[in-house]
């Protein structure tokens, strides 16, 4: 018992610092997704292979969308994605504000090409 209040006294901490002391990630571990925007061609497979219902496409308004808090980091939207613009760091978000949806959610935006008007009926001629 002695002894090993001795050894414990002179060793160093099994812990860190946290935040102060951040461990540096393995290099297989996984972590953030990030997404090359401008290669994305808003097809929907990633929100669609999506277990955890964290990505939302929506072709119509060039929305890409991404709840890192739904996130289980996965990688099956890496996976799935046809033009490989999805990937996969070895680090974790940093939200600290659970309380605001703008900062857990990342959204990239593509201005969209307007609708075209539709045709106004043609009057059957008396
Ligand atoms: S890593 Fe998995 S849970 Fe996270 S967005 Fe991709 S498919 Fe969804
Ligand atoms: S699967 Fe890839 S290309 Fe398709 S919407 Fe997702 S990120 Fe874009």
Redesign the pocket.
Known sequence: MARIALRNLFSRPATRRYPFVVREPYAASRGR?TIDFPACILCGA?DR????N??KVDRGEGLWR?DRFA????????VACPKKCLF?GNTRSAVADFSDLAARQEKQVREVAPKPAQAAPVAPKA
């Open positions: 997704i990633c292979h999506c277990p955890a964290a990505i991404i996130c289980v980091n996965c990688g099956e939207c890496v996969m």
